[in-house]
């Protein structure tokens, strides 16, 4: 029987448009860690689906066909969209992503709601945010905390 999930999927697998699939999976290769798991070329040589696992979660990605309305953040000018990565040391990840040719969009920091936390935007205009939980902390704890936060940002 067909599982409805394959095996190593979880519910929820983001899929990206990149202007260079190829270059793409280097870039993770390099800033995440990522394992290749294969690429299906189209007649042209553009990449019409590749896929990567970094951590336990496959990265599906495409080139731009943009006959067929599918477009890269850097042909749209930006994306509304980022990927949150968890890592077991934010640090070593996130200055790796640096190192790898990712720009940074909000320097790692000790983030109000627990975790050590910071964006980049990688080579192909996909923003990740890249993560690891310090501290548990309660909805309220991190209202309060929150409050904090935004209160000493306004005393600037």
Do not use: C
């Not at 990522?34 to 496959?58: C, L, R, T, W």
């Not at 909805?139 to 409050?147: I, Q």
């Amino acid at each position: 029987m067909t599982k409805p999930i394959p095996d190593g999927f979880h519910t929820t697998t983001p899929s990206l448009v990149v202007s260079d699939s190829k270059g793409a999976i280097e870039f993770y290769k390099k800033a995440f860690d990522a394992n290749e798991i294969y690429q299906m070329p189209a007649p042209d040589g553009k990449i019409m689906h590749a896929m990567v696992q970094i951590g336990d979660s496959f990265v599906m990605m495409s080139d731009e066909f943009p006959n067929m309305g599918s477009k890269s953040p850097t042909t749209l000018g930006g994306t509304a969209v980022t990927i949150h990565l968890y890592v077991k040391d934010a640090d070593k990840t996130f200055n790796q992503a640096i190192q790898a040719g990712g720009k940074v969009t909000m320097p790692i920091m000790d983030a109000f709601w627990g975790d050590r936390f910071g964006t980049i935007t990688d080579p192909y205009g996909h923003s990740w945010a890249i993560a690891t939980h310090q501290k548990d902390m309660s909805p309220e704890e991190m209202r309060k905390a929150a409050e904090g936060y935004f209160a000493s940002l306004a005393k600037q």
